[in-house]
């Protein structure tokens, strides 16, 4: 039997002007400003929106839980970006994130270790927790590089 294991993330919200606040922990360093999108009436250009934030979430709990695997799995690599991409539409009659693509890059070393480098961008696509506790769908368009030596 699994031993029940739970963890808290406290996160302030202050709000500041029209539709526009500052996003602060007692646990971190840096707030961040928050605002509704420009393409909706009252959005704010040049702010993080809500929607910027939801698809950061998957990024980023993607490439730490690649970063996890990769070093269990001892695969060394010289750069890893995620490029990512939300879309919202209101197919449904309501607006919605409905799909989310990480298009993520990864440059190794080693042409013979293509394959396990595919195989841990795919297991952290699945085991990210933020993308497991989502109903968004997530898709995962990877590239892998083999450094240029010099």
């Keep these: 039997m699994n031993k029940l294991i739970q963890h808290n993330y406290d996160v302030n919200l202050d709000w500041e002007e029209e539709r526009k606040g500052r996003l602060s922990s007692k646990d971190l360093f840096n707030t961040i400003e928050v605002a509704t999108p420009p393409e909706f009436p009252g959005g704010i250009e040049g702010v993080w929106s809500p929607e910027h934030l ?3 979430s998957v990024s980023s709990c993607f490439m730490t839980t690649f970063t996890a695997i990769a070093e269990y799995s ?15 539409s209101n197919e449904s009659g ?18 013979n270790k293509k394959d396990k ?5 795919q297991k952290a696509e699945e085991a990210c927790l933020i993308t497991r506790s989502i109903k968004t769908e997530v898709k995962l368009k990877p590239t892998i590089a083999i450094a240029a030596f010099n």
């Design 74 to 88: 001892k695969l060394t690599f010289d750069e890893f970006k995620v490029p990512a991409t939300g879309l919202m």
């Design 54 to 56: 939801f698809i950061a």
């Design 117 to 121: 480098a595919l195989r841990i961008l």
């Design 94 to 111: 309501k607006f919605a994130i409905t799909e989310i693509v990480l298009s993520p890059t990864l440059v190794i070393q080693e042409e």
